[in-house]
């Protein structure tokens, strides 16, 4: 049986993703028909291209020197996909973006900047596939993700990793709250008043475990691992919150505590996955979400 091109796509993708699982979620196809098309390659060429690992799999030195000519596969595949389509896509031109790109990123800032880039993306070039997976930083380790976001200085080790920009934490508190409590005058007071953050024994990164800098000795009051619970409970009055301010800001129903006092500022690193392995959209996806990042500085480094 001759080789089918296609084998040469879901290698790439392997390479992208570290295993045969997410690659599989990438192509809508399952583990078992990932490994069956990658034994039949494999019987081809009369080498394996593939080492499996309990930590996922790499590339053998053969299946490295393959990745040009799967990029090119993937290509042709893309455009006579593009081409075929453009007729029933109006908005189709030559310079339409298509294909898959994956960013990874954490859930606030996915759902706040990168959701809104992406969905503009997508609607300019309807033949784009946009994901977005959450993660909290940067993994020194392929996530099968184009773009990487995450909280921190870059990984060592992540060549082409940089940071993307700074952002400020502050707190916030609704009308209720204050009006019941009282709003804190200095940086002493808020140790009377319940905080809402991170559940601390849960905090995977570093640059969060911040509380010192508040005011706050105790832990918080109602603690949560996602930002959009915090969020919430900050909104019907459970205490004060500590939250990025880019999510925090464009609440009307929020105040905010100790502006010019409290001030916490972190960062967002990223990166872009290596160009063999990057999927063709990728840059240019990745470019617009740097401009959109400089267009929301208001939010993410808000002044008094």
Same mark, same amino acid.
């Given at each position: 049986?001759?080789?089918?091109?296609?084998?040469?796509?879901?290698?790439?993708?392997?390479?992208?993703?570290?295993?045969?699982?997410?690659?599989?979620?990438?192509?809508?196809?399952?583990?078992?028909?990932?490994?069956?098309?990658?034994?039949?390659?494999?019987?081809?060429?009369?080498?394996?291209?593939?080492?499996?690992?309990?930590?996922?799999?790499?590339?053998?030195?053969?299946?490295?020197?393959?990745?040009?000519?799967?990029?090119?596969?993937?290509?042709?595949?893309?455009?006579?996909?593009?081409?075929?389509?453009?007729?029933?896509?109006?908005?189709?031109?030559?310079?339409?973006?298509?294909?898959?790109?994956?960013?990874?990123?954490?859930?606030?800032?996915?759902?706040?900047?990168?959701?809104?880039?992406?969905?503009?993306?997508?609607?300019?070039?309807?033949?784009?596939?946009?994901?977005?997976?959450?993660?909290?930083?940067?993994?020194?380790? @392929? /996530?099968? +993700?184009?773009?990487?976001?995450?909280?921190?200085?870059?990984?060592?080790? $992540? #060549?082409? =990793?940089?940071?993307?920009?700074?952002?400020?934490?502050?707190?916030?508190?609704?009308?209720?709250?204050?009006?019941?409590?009282?709003?804190?005058?200095?940086?002493?007071?808020?140790?009377?008043?319940?905080?809402?953050?991170?559940?601390?024994?849960?905090?995977?990164?570093?640059?969060?475990?911040?509380?010192?800098?508040?005011?706050?000795?105790?832990?918080?009051?109602?603690?949560?691992?996602?930002?959009?619970?915090?969020?919430?409970?900050?909104?019907?009055?459970?205490?004060?919150?500590?939250?990025?301010?880019?999510?925090?800001?464009?609440?009307?129903?929020?105040?905010?505590?100790?502006?010019?006092?409290? @001030? /916490?500022? +972190?960062?967002?690193?990223?990166?872009?996955?290596?160009?063999?392995?990057? $999927? #063709?959209? =990728?840059?240019?996806?990745?470019?617009?979400?740097?401009?959109?990042?400089?267009?929301?500085?208001?939010?993410?480094?808000?002044?008094?």
């Amino acid at each position: 049986m001759p080789m089918k091109t296609d084998d040469l796509i879901i290698l790439l993708e392997i390479a992208r993703c570290g295993s045969f699982l997410k690659a599989g979620a990438v192509l809508g196809l399952d583990n078992s028909t990932v490994s069956r098309r990658i034994a039949a390659l494999e019987r081809d060429l009369k080498a394996p291209v593939v080492d499996r690992g309990a930590q996922g799999c790499t590339l053998t030195p053969l299946g490295e020197r393959l990745l040009k000519s799967c990029e090119q596969v993937e290509a042709a595949v893309d455009e006579v996909r593009r081409l075929s389509g453009q007729s029933a896509v109006s908005r189709a031109t030559s310079g339409e973006l298509s294909g898959l790109v994956r960013v990874a990123t954490t859930e606030a800032f996915g759902t706040y900047i990168i959701a809104e880039v992406l969905a503009r993306l997508h609607h300019d070039n309807p033949a784009l596939q946009v994901e977005i997976v959450t993660q909290t930083r940067l993994s020194p380790y @392929s /996530v099968g +993700a184009d773009i990487e976001i995450g909280v921190g200085e870059p990984v060592r080790g $992540r #060549p082409g =990793a940089f940071t993307l920009t700074d952002y400020r934490l502050g707190l916030y508190a609704s009308e209720r709250y204050l009006e019941e409590r009282g709003t804190p005058a200095s940086a002493a007071d808020v140790a009377d008043h319940s905080l809402i953050y991170y559940v601390e024994g849960l905090l995977r990164v570093a640059d969060l475990d911040v509380l010192g800098q508040t005011g706050f000795a105790h832990p918080p009051s109602f603690a949560s691992t996602s930002p959009h619970a915090q969020l919430h409970a900050t909104r019907h009055g459970a205490g004060i919150g500590l939250l990025p301010s880019f999510i925090a800001e464009p609440d009307a129903s929020l105040r905010r505590v100790l502006f010019d006092e409290v @001030s /916490v500022i +972190a960062q967002f690193s990223a990166f872009l996955a290596p160009g063999r392995l990057r $999927r #063709p959209a =990728a840059t240019q996806v990745a470019a617009a979400i740097v401009e959109e990042v400089k267009s929301r500085q208001h939010l993410l480094l808000p002044t008094s």
